[in-house]
DNA sequence: CAGTGGTCTAGACCACCGG
DNA sequence: CGGTGGTCTAGACCACTGC
């Protein structure tokens, strides 16, 4: 027996062993393994032990599994990585540093077609428009431009912004429930090599966000990296 | 009432109530809600279908539970956005494009410090080194420059990659099981615009990818892609 | 210590879908 | 049709941890 001496049926160990077989390819990819049932048997425990190891382990895009077809080891893993998006001041101050930010523009427009496609707008509303520079440590940390539908959300044009940030009014004003993401890169313009402090024509990291609320559509935002910013993960 | 008709109490039903109440405000952002006993009651339900239900909304971050503390509204909602990582060819065929790819570099050399690190090697081995521009309907797509732990995969040494890309071989022939990803932005230099077919100093999204099996440190990439790629998401 | 979530069980029924 | 995964249940015990 390879097992431990430990032989508690929790479902963390049948996950860790079929994750074991797995990447041993004791199950080689595109294989059929054993129904639950018999792994139940197998592990002496209940088939619902199983069924949550297994699920785990599908959710995860280890595993395929159809009824009647079986549970098969999956042929492309599907590698997942996965972002947290968190606060830009919980970020900065994560880090050790000090948050600030200064609103460098703030006016009512008409968006441009592909801010109004992204809002779902019509073209000619005249929406609130914001310009934001992030502070870490007073050195540039990140550019916000950012478009926020004021007709789904009428409160925001009464905001100050001056103790709390776009980024953060929003998020404790409006329940988001999803959002599209885009990362690109750019060479900085003039203007915004300006407002970041770099050099003209340097690489940076480019993140547009939409975040929408059960169809509504909020804000759609383009967050502009200092240069030498990197976004990590992991897997 | 404003339940539907349906009254069968399925963890998916108990899971959507629960998301509308937090999104509808109901129950607010820091609130302590009902214990699982509580709802199943209240839904009709036994308590292990209210714990799947909440404990998918506790993974999406939607919720923070704690025992004997009970269940709260996450204060700030994780927002969470999930890449999925494909194989190169499987991108572009999908997009319905002739895939292609061309080995530009094949040697073996002792790699800079940053790869060193990133592969736990000691500077005085060399490994595999690759370079590869990817193209989708013969136009460039993505620059590799790829390490490959040649010490912990030594059968890489024998291949060919002449029908399977450095990317697809590695898939297929060793099961890995994590990685970082890094994504930054930066200006083509001469050489890389002279790859990708652009003009000098465009803006070019980059992914630096590491990944592992079981503590062995497999392979270092970085991603070059071309001008005007979007890596997008959704959540 | 006692309340709360985390998990396991044995059995049951159902939905889907491959052969 | 029948095998397989998906889910529900009622009850039980356990592990954490706030009070």
Redesign the interface.
Known sequence: MLVTDDDRKTWQTVQDEV?LR????VWKPGDLIPHEADLATEFGCARATVNRALRGLADA?LLERRRKAGTRVAL????????????IR?EIEGRGQRYGYKIFLREMRVPPPDVQARLQLDGTQPILHLQTLYTADNRPYVFETRWINSIAVPDVLSAEFEKLSPNEWL?REV?????????????ATEQEAAVLGCKL??????LDRTTR??DRMITSVRLL?H?????????
């Open positions: 994750r797995i990447s041993q390819r895009g492309n893993p599907v590698r997942r990585a996965e972002f947290s998006i968190p606060v919980e998020v329940a988001f429930d999803g959002g599209d993401f885009t990362f690109s890169g750019i060479a024509g340097e690489g940076l990291l480019v609320q059960a990296f240069p030498g910013y990197r976004m990590h993960t992991r897997c």
